[in-house]
């Protein structure tokens, strides 16, 4: 005989199996739609891409690390990585040459990312500290430290696309 604490229990499993569920379907029906909206309208957005360098380095290994992880902690990923950059287009783009139309395009399904991928993780998981570690340099030693320069801006969509096409190949690997 189960009690209605047993009975709890199963059926906090089973909504939470359910929530992985629905979860891997927008992965694996929707994250690849919209990323392709927002990495197209990324270039559309401006000129080339930089050649230049940031002056923070790419934490390939944080990449590599996650590809072995459990499917949750990738999600956490996916979320933190997307916020991160979310965060950095949030400061003085004053400078900025970007067609508007394009670049508030980017910003706005970067940001229906961001809110389909939030329904699929838990609110007590702790972002990555070497992520959030990472995007505070890059933020100091990019934006700030460049005076928030066209130039400045030009390395950071650089790298914003470095880790949205990075991302697109976690989230492949996914389902």
């Not at 270039?43 to 499917?71: C, N, W």
């Not at 949750?72 to 287009?89: A, M």
């Not at 395009?105 to 961001?114: A, K």
């Amino acid at each position: 005989m189960y009690t209605m604490q047993s009975w709890t229990c199963i059926f906090l499993i089973i909504c939470s199996m359910q929530s992985v569920c629905h979860c891997c379907d927008w992965i694996r029906h929707h994250y690849g739609h919209l990323s392709a909206e927002y990495l197209s309208l990324l270039d559309q957005m401006g000129g080339d891409i930089t050649k230049q360098d940031a002056p923070v380095f790419f934490p390939t290994s944080l990449y590599r690390h996650i590809d072995d992880a459990e499917f949750e902690d990738q999600v956490r990923f996916l979320k933190e990585t997307i916020y991160q950059i979310t965060k950095l287009f949030d400061g003085n783009m004053k400078s900025v040459t970007w067609d508007k139309k394009n670049l508030d395009d980017f910003l706005n399904i970067l940001e229906r990312q961001l809110e389909n991928i939030n329904s699929c993780v838990s609110p007590s998981m702790k972002p990555e500290r070497r992520l959030k570690r990472y995007f505070k340099k890059l933020n100091r030693k990019v934006l700030r430290k460049m005076n928030y320069s066209a130039q400045a801006w030009e390395l950071i969509r650089k790298e914003t696309k470095r880790h949205l096409q990075r991302l697109d190949i976690l989230a492949a690997k996914m389902h």
